[in-house]
């Protein structure tokens, strides 16, 4: 069964300061990983998305890498902004799902990032 | 462009009521559609996937129901709802089963 962990659940950095997210997950067997971010009370917005067979993913301060062999994805925020506190999920979508095919995102918790100014 | 519209944005029922919910997809033909519950503290849960038109997968038993009326429309029921039921419902879109996932604004449910 694929699971998804995020750690930490929490973090906390002055403004300024380039950060790294983690997330790692149980079962290689991936069609790709998205990385979303969560304002509190609202809807997912997508991130990035980094398939298979690609390491890395670039959009504007965002780079999120992919080391599927290890299970493992970070997501690196340059120059971090109070606009970027938010809560970050992961999310997988496995080769196989329950119904055969790969219809599920498995999602971790979520880091919650507050940036201070 | 494609959006996604998700209503209502929050909704308190009493326990034995039922729920509609509803979420439209525009810019889009024949998207597969998504209905995820949020609980506090856990991870998103998909609940159901369609495919196309009348055609709804469910991942999990539960007291809820989905439909699929029209291509880009996907409705989320329940007849009774239960207070374990309340949570943050979100509605997705992907092109194909292993593409980008969009997301809604999602609707806030508290059953009381």
């Known amino acids: 069964k694929q699971e998804v962990t995020q750690i930490p659940a929490a973090l906390s950095v002055p403004e300024g300061e380039n950060l790294v997210l983690n997330c790692s997950f149980t079962?290689?067997?991936?069609?790709?990983l998205q990385w979303f971010r969560q304002d509190p009370g609202k809807g997912l917005t997508s991130l990035l998305l980094i398939q298979s067979s690609q390491r890395e993913q670039t959009s504007g301060r965002l780079n999120a890498s992919l080391d599927k062999s290890s299970g493992r994805s970070t997501l690196y925020i340059a120059a971090s902004q109070p606009g970027d506190s938010a809560t970050y999920l992961c999310?997988?979508?496995?080769?196989?799902?329950?119904?055969?095919?790969?219809?599920?995102?498995?999602f971790g918790k979520g880091t919650k990032l507050t940036v201070n100014p | 462009s494609q959006t996604i519209h998700q209503w209502p944005a929050t909704l308190v029922q009493p326990v034995g009521s039922p729920l509609s919910l509803e979420c439209t997809v525009e810019g889009t033909s024949n998207p597969n559609l998504y209905w995820y519950r949020q609980a506090a503290g856990r991870g998103l849960q998909l609940l159901f996937y369609?495919?196309?038109?009348?055609?709804i997968s469910s991942e999990v038993p539960q007291n809820l129901s989905a439909s699929r009326p029209q291509d880009r429309q996907f409705i989320l029921s329940s007849k009774k709802l239960l207070l374990s039921d309340s949570g943050f419902y979100l509605c997705?879109?992907?092109?194909?089963?292993?593409?980008?996932?969009?997301f809604g604004q999602g609707t806030r449910l508290t059953v009381v």
């Open positions: 369609s495919v196309g038109i009348g055609q």
């Open positions: 997705a879109w992907s092109a194909q089963l292993n593409t980008e996932a969009f």
């Open positions: 079962d290689s067997a991936i069609y790709n």
């Open positions: 999310a997988v979508r496995p080769l196989r799902g329950t119904q055969g095919g790969s219809e599920k995102l498995v």
